[in-house]
């Protein structure tokens, strides 16, 4: 069962901010909203993750809505370097298994 | 520096002949996982490890064995591979205590003919 909802693709420019929506309606109250990346066939990796707060890090921010029904992933200059795929994930923490969807395929041009 | 490896990176092989993809980290995560991935089906979980002599199926088991006989190792074992495990599988290791993070290998390309 699909957990989370995200546009298949998504073209950014260079410089600019991307934002990378994720509607997760059905989460739980012990769920929480995790974000990786595939960057062309390699291994996963890991962004971001938040609860109900928004999160900043050096990567991104995490921006939750009131509700958590949804969120965004907000890279505040994309690169050419970040065009990748991007995983919005929905898990209780100490779950340790991440279950993938089809991400959100992010094309940054310059 | 902290890192998941994996060993070949590349590998065609016939079906039916026995093979083991390796995957070590050296980070003493206690938690060691095996993921397939294949076009439109998207990342699938293959096996899992909690810790050493504790193993556990994932989603898609059919046709593989792990082992878990020391904290930095979790071998995927093909006892007989067949053109449907073409694919490209990634390791996956994460801290009991930092679980919300999982590094992953660079990843091994399979081919079965």
């Known amino acids: 069962d699909a957990k989370t909802t995200q546009p298949p693709s998504m073209d950014c420019a260079e410089g600019r901010a991307a934002n990378l929506p994720c509607n997760h309606s059905?989460?739980?109250?012990?769920?929480?909203v995790y974000w990786y990346r595939q960057i062309h066939s390699q291994g996963p990796q890991y962004i971001i993750h938040?609860?109900?707060n928004n999160e900043t890090n050096e990567m991104a921010s995490l921006i939750i809505t009131e509700d958590r029904k949804s969120s965004t992933l907000i890279l505040p200059h994309a690169t050419l370097r970040d065009t990748a795929v991007y995983y919005c994930?929905?898990?209780?923490?100490?779950?340790?298994?991440?279950?993938f969807g089809a991400g959100t395929t992010v094309t940054v041009r310059a | 520096e902290a890192q998941v490896t994996q060993n070949p990176r590349y590998l065609i092989t016939v079906t039916g002949k026995k093979l083991t993809v390796t995957c070590s980290q050296n980070?003493?995560?206690?938690?060691m996982s095996w993921y397939r991935q294949d076009p439109g089906l998207g990342l699938r979980q293959i096996y899992y490890?909690?810790?050493?002599?504790?193993?556990d199926k994932g989603d898609v088991p059919e046709g593989y064995k792990v082992s878990r006989k020391e904290k930095r190792n979790f071998p995927l074992i093909l006892e007989s591979p067949s053109p449907n495990q073409t694919s490209l599988y990634f390791c996956?290791?994460?801290?009991?205590?930092?679980?919300?993070?999982?590094?992953f290998g660079p990843g091994t390309r399979l081919t079965v003919t």
């Open positions: 938040g609860l109900k």
């Open positions: 980070m003493n995560h206690e938690y």
């Open positions: 996956a290791s994460s801290s009991k205590t930092d679980s919300y993070e999982q590094y």
């Open positions: 490890s909690m810790n050493v002599e504790a193993t």
């Open positions: 994930i929905v898990r209780v923490f100490n779950d340790y298994k991440l279950s």
């Open positions: 059905t989460i739980s109250g012990n769920e929480y």
